[in-house]
C-alpha cells in the first residue's frame, strides 16, 4: 500500500541526508619521499622520466617554494607533525631526546575527530615517541625496504585491505636516500643521468600504483619530502661529472660494521673517520681539474663524516603537492611556504578549527583557493645524528629574498647570507659586506627563538641506545 509523505518530510529527510554527508571527513593519503630534492622533482634539472608526477601537478596544487625545518629526518618530523619550530619539541639536534609528552601531534587532534591510522614507516620511527598505535599489524619496515624490494606491494596491499575510514596512512618511502640503489630495469640513461634521477624514475611508477588505488573525490593526497640532499653526480658544461658510490658495496659494509661487538667499536669508529679522510682526499682530486662552481663542488665533495654543517637549498628545498578532496587542479604556487604549514591547512580543509595560537604553522588554503597571503619567514636547522664526533650546527632562517645560518651556539661564528634572488644556488656569502641585513635577520632570528622552552627530560641510555642503532642502520652515525 502506498502512503503519501507531505512534502515537509521530504526536505525534512533531505536535510538529515545531506548534513550525514557533510560531516563525512575525507581520507588522508601523505606521502613522505625521503631526502627528494625540489629540482629532481621538477623543472629543468632533472632528466628522470615522471608521468604520474607531472600527473599530479597537473591535476592538483603544486608549492614550487616548500622549505622544511631541517635538514635530516628526526627534526623534519618532529616540526611536520606538530605545526611547530623543531626547538619547541623536545627533539633536539644537539642531544636525542623524544617529543615531548605534553605537545599534541596531528596524530592526536586528528585521533579526536574519529580518523584511523594506518602506516608505512622505518622502523626509526618507533623510537622517538611522535607515531600514534597503527590499526595495521605490518605498519613498519626495517631500513632500506625499497618499493621494488617490497616495499611497494605492501603498501598496494594496505590501499586494497578493507581501512577503517575516515583513515589517514602514512607512507615514508627511502627508495631516494643514500645510498640509492637502482632497479635493473631502469639502468638505462633513457630513465635519468644519474642514479638518483632513475630512481626518481622507478619511483614515479609506484606512485601511480598507489594513487590508482585511491578514490580522490574522497581522499586528500600530501606528497612531500622530509629533506633535501646532496647529489654527487652533476652536469657540468655538457659533461657528466660522478663521484657516485657503489650502493652494494656501501650496503654490504654497513652491515658489516653493524656485526662488530661493542668493544670493539671505537677502533671500527677510529678507522671508519680514517677511511672517510682518505676518500675526501681522493674526492679533491677528482674535482680539482674542473672550474667548477660553489654549489657544484658541495654535492661532489659531500660526506657522511662532515664536521661542519650548512643549510643550502639543496637539503631544504622539498616538493609538496596536494591532490584530491578540496584541492584546486594545475595551480602552482611560487610563494615560500613551509613544511610545518603542511597539517594545518589539511585541518582546515576538512573544517577543523585553527590553532593559530598554540602552532608556528599555519594554513595555506588562502593560496590554494587563489587568495592572497603574507609570507612567512621559516626557521631552519641542521641535525646533530652523530654522537661519536662533534660537529659544527647552524639555524637560520630563509625568506623567498635571502638565506641566513650562522653557529648554533655563537650568533658571531660562521655567518652565511645569501641574496636568493641574485643567487639561487648560493655560491657567494655576503655577509661580510651586508651587515645591516644579517643583523636585521639575526633580530627575526631571535625573536623566533626566545620563546624556547626548556627541555630538562633526556631520552634514558637504553632509548638512546635504540635511536642509535636505527640511524646507524641509515648511515648516519
Same mark, same amino acid.
Given at each position: 500500500?502506498?502512503? /503519501?509523505?507531505?512534502?515537509?518530510?521530504?526536505?525534512?529527510?533531505?536535510?538529515?541526508?545531506?548534513?550525514?554527508?557533510?560531516?563525512?571527513?575525507?581520507?588522508?593519503?601523505?606521502?613522505?619521499?625521503?631526502?627528494?630534492? &625540489?629540482?629532481?622533482?621538477?623543472?629543468?634539472?632533472?632528466?628522470?622520466?615522471?608521468?604520474?608526477?607531472?600527473?599530479?601537478?597537473?591535476?592538483?596544487? /603544486?608549492?614550487?617554494?616548500?622549505?622544511?625545518?631541517?635538514?635530516?629526518?628526526?627534526?623534519?618530523?618532529?616540526?611536520?607533525?606538530? &605545526?611547530?619550530?623543531?626547538?619547541?619539541?623536545?627533539?633536539?639536534?644537539?642531544?636525542?631526546?623524544?617529543?615531548?609528552?605534553?605537545?599534541?601531534?596531528?596524530?592526536?587532534?586528528?585521533?579526536?575527530?574519529? /580518523?584511523?591510522?594506518?602506516?608505512?614507516?622505518?622502523?626509526?620511527?618507533?623510537?622517538?615517541?611522535?607515531?600514534? *598505535?597503527?590499526?595495521?599489524?605490518?605498519?613498519?619496515?626495517?631500513?632500506?625496504?625499497?618499493?621494488?624490494?617490497?616495499?611497494?606491494?605492501?603498501?598496494?596491499?594496505?590501499?586494497?585491505?578493507?581501512?577503517?575510514?575516515?583513515?589517514? &596512512?602514512?607512507?615514508?618511502?627511502?627508495?631516494?636516500?643514500?645510498?640509492?640503489?637502482?632497479?635493473?630495469? =631502469?639502468?638505462?640513461?633513457?630513465?635519468?643521468?644519474?642514479?638518483?634521477?632513475?630512481?626518481?624514475?622507478?619511483?614515479?611508477?609506484?606512485?601511480?600504483?598507489?594513487?590508482?588505488?585511491?578514490?580522490?573525490?574522497?581522499?586528500?593526497?600530501?606528497?612531500?619530502?622530509?629533506?633535501?640532499?646532496?647529489?654527487?653526480?652533476?652536469?657540468?658544461?655538457?659533461?657528466?661529472?660522478?663521484?657516485?658510490?657503489?650502493?652494494?658495496?656501501?650496503?654490504?659494509?654497513?652491515?658489516?660494521?653493524?656485526?662488530?661487538?661493542?668493544?670493539?667499536? %671505537?677502533?671500527?669508529?677510529?678507522?671508519?673517520?680514517?677511511?672517510?679522510?682518505?676518500?675526501?682526499?681522493?674526492?679533491?682530486?677528482?674535482?680539482?681539474?674542473?672550474?667548477?662552481?660553489?654549489?657544484?663542488?658541495?654535492?661532489?665533495?659531500?660526506?657522511?663524516?662532515? =664536521?661542519?654543517?650548512?643549510?643550502?637549498?639543496?637539503?631544504?628545498?622539498?616538493?609538496?603537492?596536494?591532490?584530491?578532496?578540496?584541492?584546486?587542479?594545475?595551480?602552482?604556487?611560487?610563494?615560500?611556504?613551509?613544511?610545518?604549514?603542511?597539517?594545518?591547512?589539511?585541518?582546515?580543509?576538512?573544517?577543523?578549527?585553527?590553532?593559530?595560537?598554540?602552532?608556528?604553522?599555519?594554513?595555506?588554503?588562502?593560496?590554494?583557493?587563489?587568495?592572497?597571503?603574507?609570507?612567512? %619567514?621559516?626557521?631552519?636547522?641542521?641535525?646533530?645524528?652523530?654522537?661519536?664526533? =662533534?660537529?659544527?650546527?647552524?639555524?637560520?632562517?630563509?625568506?623567498?629574498?635571502?638565506?641566513?645560518?650562522?653557529?648554533?651556539?655563537?650568533?658571531?661564528?660562521?655567518?652565511?647570507?645569501?641574496?636568493?634572488?641574485?643567487?639561487?644556488? *648560493?655560491?657567494?656569502?655576503?655577509?661580510?659586506?651586508?651587515?645591516?641585513?644579517?643583523?636585521?635577520?639575526?633580530?627575526?632570528?631571535?625573536?623566533?627563538?626566545?620563546?624556547?622552552?626548556?627541555?630538562?627530560?633526556?631520552?634514558?641510555? *637504553?632509548?638512546?641506545?635504540?635511536?642509535? *642503532?636505527?640511524?646507524?642502520?641509515?648511515? /648516519?652515525?
Amino acid at each position: 500500500m502506498f502512503v /503519501y509523505l507531505p512534502r515537509i518530510f521530504f526536505w525534512k529527510g533531505l536535510d538529515i541526508y545531506l548534513s550525514f554527508f557533510k560531516c563525512l571527513k575525507p581520507n588522508i593519503l601523505f606521502l613522505v619521499i625521503d631526502s627528494f630534492r &625540489a629540482d629532481k622533482f621538477s623543472g629543468s634539472n632533472k632528466s628522470s622520466l615522471t608521468p604520474n608526477i607531472d600527473k599530479m601537478i597537473q591535476n592538483g596544487t /603544486y608549492f614550487k617554494q616548500a622549505i622544511s625545518s631541517a635538514d635530516g629526518t628526526l627534526l623534519s618530523w618532529s616540526s611536520l607533525l606538530t &605545526a611547530l619550530h623543531p626547538f619547541k619539541t623536545g627533539i633536539r639536534s644537539e642531544k636525542l631526546h623524544k617529543i615531548n609528552p605534553d605537545i599534541k601531534t596531528y596524530f592526536d587532534i586528528l585521533k579526536d575527530q574519529g /580518523y584511523y591510522f594506518y602506516s608505512q614507516l622505518p622502523s626509526l620511527s618507533k623510537t622517538v615517541g611522535i607515531f600514534p *598505535e597503527f590499526e595495521n599489524e605490518d605498519s613498519f619496515f626495517d631500513y632500506y625496504l625499497t618499493c621494488t624490494k617490497g616495499l611497494g606491494k605492501k603498501i598496494i596491499n594496505m590501499l586494497e585491505s578493507d581501512l577503517k575510514t575516515p583513515w589517514l &596512512a602514512y607512507l615514508h618511502i627511502e627508495d631516494l636516500h643514500f645510498p640509492i640503489e637502482v632497479p635493473p630495469d =631502469v639502468n638505462d640513461e633513457k630513465y635519468g643521468l644519474t642514479n638518483f634521477d632513475k630512481a626518481v624514475s622507478n619511483l614515479d611508477t609506484w606512485i601511480g600504483r598507489f594513487i590508482e588505488k585511491i578514490d580522490l573525490e574522497k581522499t586528500i593526497v600530501v606528497l612531500v619530502s622530509d629533506h633535501g640532499s646532496y647529489l654527487t653526480s652533476i652536469n657540468h658544461n655538457g659533461e657528466q661529472i660522478s663521484l657516485e658510490v657503489n650502493s652494494s658495496l656501501q650496503t654490504t659494509t654497513r652491515n658489516i660494521g653493524r656485526a662488530v661487538p661493542n668493544f670493539l667499536k %671505537p677502533v671500527k669508529s677510529k678507522t671508519f673517520f680514517a677511511l672517510e679522510k682518505i676518500r675526501k682526499q681522493k674526492r679533491l682530486s677528482k674535482v680539482e681539474k674542473f672550474n667548477l662552481k660553489n654549489h657544484e663542488k658541495r654535492g661532489l665533495l659531500w660526506q657522511r663524516s662532515d =664536521v661542519d654543517h650548512f643549510l643550502f637549498d639543496d637539503v631544504l628545498h622539498v616538493p609538496l603537492v596536494f591532490l584530491g578532496y578540496g584541492i584546486k587542479s594545475n595551480m602552482k604556487i611560487s610563494q615560500q611556504v613551509r613544511t610545518i604549514d603542511i597539517f594545518p591547512t589539511i585541518c582546515e580543509i576538512i573544517g577543523l578549527p585553527n590553532r593559530d595560537n598554540e602552532i608556528d604553522g599555519r594554513s595555506l588554503l588562502p593560496l590554494i583557493e587563489g587568495r592572497e597571503l603574507q609570507e612567512l %619567514p621559516n626557521y631552519i636547522e641542521s641535525s646533530h645524528l652523530s654522537l661519536e664526533i =662533534v660537529t659544527n650546527d647552524v639555524i637560520g632562517i630563509r625568506t623567498s629574498n635571502y638565506k641566513y645560518f650562522r653557529d648554533i651556539d655563537n650568533p658571531k661564528n660562521r655567518i652565511h647570507l645569501f641574496n636568493l634572488k641574485e643567487d639561487p644556488f *648560493e655560491d657567494e656569502n655576503i655577509a661580510a659586506k651586508s651587515p645591516e641585513i644579517v643583523d636585521k635577520h639575526e633580530d627575526i632570528l631571535q625573536k623566533m627563538i626566545m620563546d624556547s622552552p626548556e627541555i630538562t627530560e633526556e631520552i634514558n641510555e *637504553e632509548e638512546t641506545k635504540k635511536i642509535e *642503532e636505527e640511524l646507524k642502520k641509515l648511515g /648516519y652515525m
